[in-house]
Nanobody
Framework: QVQLVESGGGLVQAGGSLRLSCAVS????????LAWYRQAPGKQRELVAT???????NYADSVKGRFTISRDNAKNTLYLQMNSLKPEDTGVYYC????????????????WGQGTQVTVSS
């Protein structure tokens, strides 16, 4: 059974940093593509960053240069380092595991964590 547990969210002032973690149980981690999504109040869930099993990364334009996605296959853990945070980064952040890539786009699987709240004050 696959379970994802996010942690590391919190309240931070604009310009600050947070590091999110997503612990993945089950045997899929090392060969899975992984992703971080976020959902702001009243908005649809949006893709923030992805990383392939080979470590290739991709980012939404809104976070390029500020966020870094990484993975530790030995620890079955996905990370999202968020720097220079802005109020518009506020939302619930979710990790997704074992998604599919097609034509350069990431399609999420049904493996989701419960989410971790990130709030950035101005």
């Amino acid at each position: 059974q696959v379970q994802l547990v996010e942690s590391g969210g919190g309240l931070v002032q604009a310009g600050g940093s947070l590091r999110l973690s997503c612990a993945v149980s089950g045997s899929i981690f090392s060969f899975s593509a992984l992703a971080w999504y976020r959902q702001a109040p009243g908005k649809q869930r949006e893709l923030v960053a992805t990383i392939t099993s080979a470590g290739r990364t991709n980012y939404a334009d809104s976070v390029k240069g500020r966020f870094t996605i990484s993975r530790d296959n030995a620890k079955n853990t996905l990370y999202l380092q968020m720097n220079s945070l802005k109020p518009e980064d506020t939302g619930v952040y979710y990790c997704n595991a074992d998604g599919a890539y097609y034509n350069g786009n990431y399609y999420p699987s049904h493996y989701w964590g419960q989410g971790t709240q990130v709030t950035v004050s101005s």
